[in-house]
């Protein structure tokens, strides 16, 4: 089974400043994708980022990037510029691509940032 | 944007009463879930759903759980007899036909609060 860790339960950033996220993965797949969820205050779940294994480029979304690291199964998140609006939960999710669009996603425990103004 | 629409966004019921969460997938989505997440917990996979029938559940989902897609737009779940465990956000999702950028998109949840 995979399994999906995220060891810092809190970070916290300046304003303006650059933060990175950290995750890591266990799995004996070879294909999946991986995932960033923000759940801010109002606790919807929102996507901000995926990454497929099979691409070795990192994925970028605007202030948000990752470092994808598959021989370390490794899949960190870093946020550029942070805002104050940026301060929320954020997961980590593995989702296997062996069941095509079925399969579900195995998340972790989330980590809670916090910027300061 | 198409979104995926739950209610209600909060629910209070008794220990041992039944409960049913709606949610309307995105219209063209063919795969839905339900995941739980019990307050400052992880999300945890409930059950997923495909072609009007459950294509994987976890081990939460025990018999007090079913789902059902009673007609072409809603997907419900429905918990038999709460017990106070049962007490989280529920979360449902849904995701395209299509093998790459299948991500899930996610209802803004139901908290169940089980008194």
């Known amino acids: 089974a995979q399994t999906v860790t995220q060891s810092q339960p809190e970070m916290s950033v300046q304003e303006a400043e650059t933060v990175t996220l950290s995750c890591t993965y266990d799995t004996s797949e070879s294909d999946y994708y991986l995932f960033w969820y923000k759940q801010p205050p109002s606790r919807q779940m929102i996507l901000v980022i995926r990454?497929?294994?099979?691409?070795?480029q990192n994925a970028t979304e605007n202030r948000f990037s990752v470092n994808f690291q598959k021989a370390a199964k490794s899949f960190s998140l870093k946020i550029s510029d942070s805002q104050l609006g940026d301060a929320a939960m954020y997961f980590c999710?593995?989702?296997?691509?062996?069941?095509?669009?079925?399969?579900?996603?195995?998340f972790g425990k989330g980590i809670t940032l916090s910027v300061r103004p | 944007e198409p979104e995926v629409t739950q209610t209600p966004s909060h629910q209070v019921t008794q220990m041992g009463q039944e409960v049913i969460l709606r949610c309307v997938p995105i219209?063209?989505?063919?795969?839905f879930y339900w995941y739980r997440q019990i307050l400052g917990q992880k999300v945890e996979f409930l059950v997923s759903f495909y072609n009007n029938e459950i294509s994987e559940k976890s081990e939460i989902f025990d018999d007090q759980f079913s789902v059902e897609r009673p007609d072409g737009s809603n997907f419900t779940l429905k918990i038999r007899s709460t017990k106070l465990e049962d007490s989280a956000m529920y979360f449902c999702?849904?995701?395209?036909?299509?093998?790459?950028?299948?991500?899930?998109?996610f209802g803004q949840g139901t908290r169940l609060t089980v008194v």
């Open positions: 219209s063209n989505h063919l795969y």
């Open positions: 999710a593995y989702r296997s691509a062996a069941s095509g669009a079925n399969s579900k996603l195995t």
């Open positions: 990454q497929e294994a099979y691409k070795q």
């Open positions: 999702a849904s995701s395209s036909i299509r093998r790459y950028n299948t991500e899930a998109f």
